[in-house]
């Protein structure tokens, strides 16, 4: 093969990498909603396996193909196709979970951009790569996905902030043992991806 031809095939996996990967994502998140939901008395947003993926994204992409896959999965949904939490679509989109949905894109690329490099050369490096990507998983997927889901959810239900934050505390331990088994995943992952 001549050079040429090297760097072409290069390319072309290069690029079937770049998008793939955010497409992979995209699908895991829709079927991270379809696989079930758990409602919580008082919220109207149910509890969904979409967080954890969208930690794994955050964790496993670059910020780019991260918020790829999201603005994919919100495109789809957008269109019409029933892939977001209870087969729910375009009307998700302004309903009580918008913010959410919405705050997803932030999320994931706080998430990638927070992460770091993985190291992943002796114990204690991957253990604080763990931890890193712990935190970063918190900042993108409770800090801000948080604050843009309560916030707009606030405003569509004419509900005082307050409120809507209480009610949604029954979610913050669920999405603390998803960051904490995304962190572990993503770090024993790292060298696939």
Known sequence: MSERTV????????????????????????LASAAGEIS?????????????VMMLAGLMLSWRQAGSAVVLYLAAGAAGLPVFAGGAS???????????????LPAVI????????ARLDSAPHAALTAVRYFGASLAGNLVVLYLFG???QSMVMHVPFTTVAIASMGFVIGDVIKAVVASLAATGLAKLF
């Open 7 to 30: 760097s072409t095939a290069q390319r072309g996996r290069m690029l079937a990498s770049t998008i793939g990967k955010p497409v992979l994502f995209a699908v895991l998140m829709w």
């Open 110 to 117: 706080v998430t990638a951009l927070l992460r770091g490099k």
């Open 150 to 152: 309560i916030t707009i």
């Open 90 to 104: 375009t009307a998700a989109l302004f309903g009580p979970s918008a913010g959410f949905l919405i705050g997803f």
């Open 40 to 52: 919580i008395p008082g919220t109207p947003v149910p509890i969904t396996l979409q967080t954890f």
